[in-house]
């Protein structure tokens, strides 16, 4: 197997506390690898870690093939990057930006300033101060200077913040475009599993500093349970109407008025009929699939689908 990116007990300490430990990643290539933790986990730091701005405390990263060192200056080369909040030269319009970042580069190929600008929507205000630009403006500005030399490796940190729904579609799409066309890798954070969903090969979840799995997304799809949700005000005659008058056992309850029916022997229908001759209201009743945000808060609190 061809690892484009791979870490061997990856740790970083901060004042005594661990807040990477003993990370094992392993990212191919070209694929789209979709980084998913909580607040604090330590993605942004292992990114940091990955792209030489935060040293580790111990463990290997190897990128390309190549042990990474404070002195792998060809390797970089080949990383764009957007970590955190994007930083420009505020008074300089987006095309002067790309300008100097090509200069520091050492990439020569002017051309591709328009190209990457068209790429993600800014070619028709290329000219204008960065400091005009909204939010989502500068994550899409962000987004077209890490790609702006063709790396083999793409490191975006929450790379769809501020952006609209319209902006996250076609940046979506920019991403599949990028691994499938260009033959890109992309290790991308974010806090939109819904979005993840859609465009991961692989994913890896990690909590407090730890990486509890990396699973590839066809394997959670093949995990995906079938089940019904039911919303009702009254959840207790609605559980005694399931176990007594339909023998189901196997339900969840997730709050005082939702429940989780995963017996998929027994119909939408029965259970609706068996609900209404108990006078038991219903607010909403709907045949569901697991997702990866299932997935995830399942694995990030410690239980199995399903459970």
Known sequence: MAYIVQTNGLTKTYQGKEVVSNVSMHIKKGEIYGFLGPNGAGKTTIMKMLTSLVKPTSGEISILGNKLTHTSYEVLGNIGSMIEY??????????????????????????????????????????????????????????????????????????VNGLDPIGIKKIRQLFQVLSKEYGMT????????????????????????????????????????????????????????????????????????????????????????ALILNDVDIESMNKKYTSLEDYFINLINGNSIGA
């Not at 600008?117 to 077209?144: C, E, H, W, Y």
């Not at 029916?261 to 009929?273: N, P, R």
């Open 86 to 159: 994007p930083i420009f030269y505020e008074n300089l319009s987006a095309a002067e930006n790309l300008d100097l970042h090509c200069e520091y580069m050492g990439y020569h190929n002017k051309k591709a300033i328009q190209e990457v600008l068209d790429m993600v929507n800014l070619k028709q205000i290329d000219k204008k101060p960065v400091k005009t630009f909204s939010l989502g403006m500068k994550q899409r500005l962000g987004i077209a200077r890490a790609i702006l030399t063709k790396p083999d490796l793409l490191i975006l940190d929450e790379p």
């Open 186 to 273: 992309l290790l991308i954070s974010s806090h939109l599993l819904s979005e993840i969903e859609q465009i991961a090969d692989t994913i890896g979840v990690i909590r407090d500093g730890r990486l509890l799995e990396e699973v590839s997304m066809e394997d959670v799809r093949g995990q995906n349970t079938e089940y019904i949700e039911l919303v009702t005000p009254n959840q207790t005659r609605a559980c005694f109407v399931l176990e007594k008058e339909l023998h189901v056992t196997n339900f969840k309850i997730l709050n005082e008025k939702t429940i989780r029916i995963y017996e998929a022997e027994v119909s939408q229908s029965a259970i609706s009929k």
